[in-house]
């Protein structure tokens, strides 16, 4: 046989830990799915069954959309874009990314929540799975709001004939709440309650208050049975806003989907068309609330005027009719009207200090924006502190619906905190700008105003004093009459507003999220191979025994494999001589071919068989290997070296004989420890009585003229040496050998102790080193079929 190249012996574990490394073997993963093909066929009808019954009782959930555009207001200011673009005040209200805060905000799906008939869920039982039937329930509930109801406890209903229903509430106690409040109302004890009543009929209870009607337009399922749930609109609140989705249709885009997803089609269909009427309304309702509140000043301020107008009127009337006076002179009339106007503009000057005195006070000492009116006293020079004040408005609305559903930590809401606070600032100064103007325009007109009086005191005094009173009665139509302009003017512009945005796609159904049938059956394929893989897998890596030849040539990949013997499944220890033609016999018959091509270049004549520990089958391939070469003509010896467990000298029935211990000691020769078996061609030597010190019997050079011996008169020497693994009396007997066999047993011998008992061979240089896997299948070997059939009855295995 071929020595063992020794000079690569230090590279041994290097290449047994690359083939250790290959777990994804192509070929041997192949060989692993056709070994265990019975793990797929059970796993897909599991896997794909599993998914069908997943599919047949799971209540389906529905994603609806609806898709709503953000329009930019027509309205600029003349400046705004300008002026605020330094200071961070860009209308974020109009913002995409606001806007879909908003959307999400509890307020805003309250509102729409509170519009809808959710309070009460109409369910249909079903086997295996419950469905709601919203709009299709064959009856309505009608319950009192202002009582006590039960919450989240099923409410059986069974339709009877005659227009009778049976009721039944059974309940371990629960929540009671009032609708018309939206308070908690207490807690109820163990329910049983079960009455039968006719449509209509009030049911009266501590914890409910209700009445079922028949719908006429919709026929109950045969066999059916129903039950309902009363919920508060807190509760459906928080559980469409968690259901809820706002996305953009691209980054930048005004145009945003607004989804949610539920198990009833219709009812999400419902709440997502009347989310988007209440998103609408509160735009407009934005837009209108400056216009209201301008409206409301104008309105106050025109009661105060009309009441002060119609008093002038009346002393003016009743001045003319004691003094007989029938109107002023031209002059004196020219220079009333210059008075009139002069004063009118001073009376106008002073209302707007008061207004931003006003202002400038109730921003230091209050955070209630909201009660900052817009008064009509501006014009151009003050459109920077009305745009602020609006803006200032609107922060605030924003920061205040956005206090129930985040905290003051939350980013967004610190950023609107930081927007107000530079709002205020500017605001500031621009009021502070602004009264510094009126002043200077104030001083102007009272210098001019003082001038006029000059001149109307040298009128007479009758003159004079009917001059004061149609002063002031002028002075007062003036101003109501620019207080009506006002009014109208805001009136027609309130009326003329019309939301920012625009619902482009009402509410419709757009997927089924779940269950996804494609999706499901392609994760069923995928765990219907993961699993059994994964079996395997774990039954790989947790293995410890050899259990073929993969694993050999992973393990010990410079080692090479022999030979495969067959498991016998037969009494016989000499299948060589007892079923010559089995498939275990051309096993032998196959490791003795391989031996003399192997060694065709030098005389094999000594082959000591080994292995890692007992009961690897080391005796049963030493006298079967031993048979195989006395039947091909050869002169073969077997020699029973394990002289600690004997086995060889009992199956050739040679107990009392002398043996290899005798010969050892000097008792005998070696020519008397020789002995003719029932086999042709075949000796035995036996190991003879056991003795205490095998190992210091083998040293000594009984052992070289034992060898000496048996080479010159055998053609072929089988030596049964001790397990290696355990003894150390094999290793001192390969260097007289020509071939050294390392037996190893399928789904028996420990990886471990076999790579480290052949790693220590392989680092002592031991020449002509081979391993024989022993006890593998018959699939293992690759026979199978054909083989069966080739060797016909004959085959015993």
């Not at 555009?69 to 606001?98: C, H, I, T, W, Y």
């Not at 020079?381 to 003051?408: D, F, H, N, R």
Request: net charge negative.
């Amino acid at each position: 046989m071929n020595n063992i190249d020794t000079s690569q012996s230090s590279n041994h574990t290097e290449g047994r830990n690359a083939g250790s490394d290959n777990l994804f073997d192509i070929n041997r993963l192949i060989r692993l799915v056709k070994k265990n093909w019975y793990l797929f066929v059970i796993s897909f009808p599991l896997c794909f069954g599993a998914v069908f019954l997943y599919h047949r009782y799971t209540v389906p959930v529905y994603k609806a959309s609806a898709t709503l555009m953000l329009k930019g207001s027509e309205q600029k200011s003349f400046s705004q874009a300008d002026l605020m673009e330094g200071f961070g005040l860009s209308p974020e209200m109009r913002s995409v990314e606001n806007q879909s805060f908003i959307i999400r905000s509890r307020n805003i799906i309250k509102k729409a929540i509170d519009r809808l008939d959710f309070g009460v869920s109409y369910y249909q039982k079903g086997r295996f799975k419950d469905s709601e039937i919203y709009n299709r329930s064959p009856f309505t509930v009608d319950f009192d709001s202002i009582h006590p109801q039960l919450l989240n406890v099923p409410v059986e209903v069974m339709l009877l004939a005659n227009n009778k229903v049976k009721v039944s509430v059974k309940s371990e106690g629960g929540v009671l709440h009032n609708y018309a409040d939206e308070k908690f109302a207490g807690r109820t004890g163990v329910l049983n309650y079960e009455r039968i009543v006719s449509v209509g009929e009030w049911l009266t209870e501590n914890a409910f208050s209700f009445k079922i009607d028949r719908k006429t337009n919709v026929s109950p399922t045969p066999g059916a049975s129903y039950y309902f749930i009363f919920k508060t609109h807190s509760q459906l609140t928080s559980e469409y806003r968690s259901s809820l989705g706002v996305a953009p249709y691209r980054e930048g885009s005004s145009i945003l989907f607004i989804t949610s997803v539920g198990t009833s089609p219709n009812k999400i269909i419902r709440f997502l068309d009347e989310l988007c009427e209440v998103i609408l309304e509160h735009n407009l309702d934005q837009k209108n609330d400056m216009a209201t509140r301008s409206i409301a000043f104008i309105e106050s301020q025109l009661a105060m005027v009309s009441d002060t107008l119609d008093k002038v009127q009346n002393r003016l009337s009743s001045y003319r009719k004691a003094n007989r006076f029938m109107g002023p002179s031209e002059f004196s009339q020219k220079l009333a009207d210059k008075y009139y106007d002069t004063e009118t503009e001073l009376k106008m000057l002073n209302m707007r200090i008061d207004y931003y005195g006003f202002l400038q006070k109730n921003l230091k000492v209050s955070d209630d924006f909201e009660q900052f009116l817009l008064p009509a006293v501006d014009n151009e020079s003050t459109g920077l502190v009305s745009e602020l004040v609006k803006q200032l408005i609107e922060l605030q609305k924003e920061i205040e619906m956005l206090k129930s559903t985040a905290q003051e930590s939350n980013q967004y809401v610190v950023a609107l905190n930081e927007r107000i606070d530079i709002t205020i600032d500017l605001l500031n100064k621009s009021i502070n700008q602004v009264l510094r103007n009126l002043e200077l325009e104030k001083n102007k007109v009272e210098n001019e105003l003082r001038s006029i009086l000059g001149d109307m005191e040298k009128l007479p005094e009758l003159e004079k004093d009917y001059l004061i009173i149609d002063r002031t009665y002028k002075l007062n139509d003036a101003i109501y009459t620019f207080l009506l302009q006002k009014h109208s003017e805001t009136q027609i512009s309130k009326a003329s507003n019309a939301p920012d945005n625009e619902v482009i796609d009402n509410a419709s159904i757009s997927a089924l999220v779940s269950p996804n049938k494609n999706s499901d059956y392609k994760k069923g394929l995928m765990l219907a191979l993961l699993i059994p893989a994964v079996f395997i897998g774990l039954k790989e890596f947790l293995n410890t025994k050899v259990r073929g030849g993969d694993d050999l040539r992973m393990l010990v990949p410079q080692v090479p494999v022999i030979g495969m013997v067959v498991n016998n499944k037969n009494d016989a220890e000499n299948v060589i001589h007892e079923y010559p033609h089995s498939v275990i016999s051309e096993s032998f018959r196959s490791i003795r071919t391989k031996l003399k091509f192997m060694t065709a270049a030098k005389e094999l004549k000594v082959i000591t068989l080994t292995s890692s520990n007992t009961g690897e089958g080391k005796t049963f391939c030493a006298q079967n290997l031993a048979s195989v070469f006395a039947i091909s003509g050869k002169k073969t010896v077997l020699v029973g070296f394990d002289m600690r467990k004997p086995r060889l000298t009992a199956l050739f029935n040679l107990e009392n004989k002398v043996g290899l211990s005798n010969y050892f000691i000097g008792q005998c020769k070696v020519e008397d420890i020789i002995y003719d078996s029932f086999l042709e061609n075949v000796s035995v030597i036996p190991a003879g009585p056991i003795p205490p010190n095998p190992s210091e019997l083998i040293v000594g050079e009984k052992t070289d003229e034992l060898y000496a011996y048996l080479r010159k008169e055998f053609d072929v020497v089988v030596i049964d040496s001790p397990p290696i693994g355990l003894v150390a009396d094999a290793r001192l007997l390969m260097h007289h050998s020509d071939c050294n066999l390392f037996i190893v047993r399928a789904n028996y011998t420990s990886k471990d102790h076999m790579v480290h008992t052949v790693d220590n061979l392989i680092s002592e240089k031991v020449e002509g080193l081979g391993v024989i896997l022993n006890d593998i299948s018959i699939n293992e070997k690759g026979y199978g079929y054909y083989t069966a059939e080739y060797y016909g009855g004959q085959t015993h295995v």
